[in-house]
């Protein structure tokens, strides 16, 4: 047996969504109306219409089955509501005259139609022809004499049965699809408050602003100060040959969600983890007026993280990092995944700093020392050959001074 699917699923698309839970109201209280119909009208001896109501009961248990059970949604919107509706009003509008107010269930499927999941194509063409079906049927109820003759407390009671019923079922179906798009709308802003929270990691909030107002816009910014930052796990790659995948990945996580905290609290940009390898920058995108001293921060909050840190691993834990200063040029590359980077001298003198240096120390260059040494102590460590620059004086980060 096939198990009955929920009326309302926020993985169905909407118009799907919403035609079932429609269904799942619409086609019972049909179902219950036709029932009391055909004992009313084989009281009043109007037999065709006791015979089309039987027909009819058939029509909205076999619709509602076909929806519950086979998934067959349009085809039972088909057989409920855009045969069985406008035939019922038609037969006992000429039953009882356009006095007894049948005619205006035909104004259901009429509306009804514009909240399934039918193309616009067929939205017209169901919606049209029920408008001309109901023209039709109007004139002929003017022209011609009722087929069967009741009382007038029978009429009255059609007039107030069948004015009310159908305005009940119209506020009903309004309120319906009104819950539905409230829960829609809902899920869609908790759907684009996820988004946007997800691309405002992925991007600095300035940058991702600018490509939210333009596109394709080419984001290319010259930076005239920043200061970069690197770190890097040392002995990384022979840890990582001896430990499971799962295992690797979390030991970079606990470590980078560390340093993304810091990195947070000094107000820096991160950029970039390659491999065991972390680069984070003050200056960017915007400007700042202390980027050396907050990167200087950085790189000694993260020597006492790791050093806090060390005792939980059994070979122990240290980084290398290095620090540089300059002008620099960043933007946003690609058209899919986009990555805000930044390149330049200053940037591979910084990373040259973070390899040449030495496991738990911070190497910096002249440039670095001279805007910081008024707050921090330094020793030197003398001229490093680098590659790609040749002789660099370079100096190692102490602390604050005293």
Not at 6 to 29: C, H, N
Not at 53 to 65: H, P
Not at 209 to 224: F, G, M, N
């Amino acid at each position: 047996m096939v198990q009955s699917p929920a009326y309302f699923d926020s993985r169905l698309a909407g118009e799907v969504s919403r035609a079932r839970a429609i269904a799942g109201v619409g086609f019972p209280l049909g179902l219950g109306f036709h029932v009391f119909a055909t004992a009313t009208f084989l009281y009043l001896g109007a037999m065709p219409l006791v015979y089309f109501n039987i027909f009819s009961v058939l029509a909205f248990s076999l619709a509602s089955y076909l929806i519950i059970w086979k998934d067959r949604l349009k085809f039972a919107y088909v057989l409920a509501a855009f045969f069985e509706m406008p035939l019922h009003a038609a037969l006992a509008t000429l039953t009882f005259g356009l006095e007894s107010l049948f005619l205006i269930w035909l104004f259901i499927p009429a509306l009804i139609v514009f909240w399934l999941p039918f193309t616009w194509h067929a939205r017209i063409v169901f919606s049209g022809a029920t408008a001309l079906f109901l023209v039709l049927i109007a004139v002929l109820g003017a022209v011609t004499a009722p087929w069967h003759q009741i009382p007038l407390g029978w009429m009255t009671f059609f007039v107030i049965f069948n004015a009310l019923g159908a305005i009940s079922t119209l506020g009903v179906l309004f309120a319906l699809n009104h819950r539905i798009t409230t829960k829609a709308e809902a899920a869609l802003e908790k759907e684009y408050a996820r988004s946007e929270s997800l691309l405002y990691n992925l991007l600095p909030e300035d940058i991702a602003a600018r490509l939210k107002v333009e596109p394709d816009q080419t984001i290319a910014d010259s930076l005239p100060k920043v200061a970069i930052l690197f770190a890097d796990i040392v002995d990384f790659t022979p840890r990582a040959a001896t430990l499971l995948p799962e295992e690797v990945v979390g030991f970079l996580n606990k470590i980078f969600r560390a340093f993304d905290e810091l990195a947070e609290k000094h107000g820096l940009e991160k950029i970039k983890t390659i491999g065991d390898a972390y680069m984070v920058a003050a200056g960017m995108p915007n400007p700042c007026g202390d980027p050396v001293h907050r990167v200087a921060e950085m790189a000694l909050d993260m020597q006492q993280t790791v050093e806090k840190m060390a005792p939980e691993f059994p070979e122990g834990l240290q980084v290398r990092i290095g620090l540089h200063a300059g002008p620099a040029v960043a933007g946003v590359i690609g058209n899919r995944k986009l990555f805000y980077d930044v390149w330049g001298e200053t940037v591979n003198t910084a990373s040259r700093m973070e390899s040449h240096g030495e496991p738990g120390r911070i190497q910096v260059t002249t440039a670095a020392k001279e805007e910081l040494e008024d707050a921090y102590e330094f020793e030197p460590r003398g001229a490093v050959e680098v590659k790609g620059i040749g002789a660099v004086e370079t100096w190692w980060l102490a602390g604050p001074k005293a």
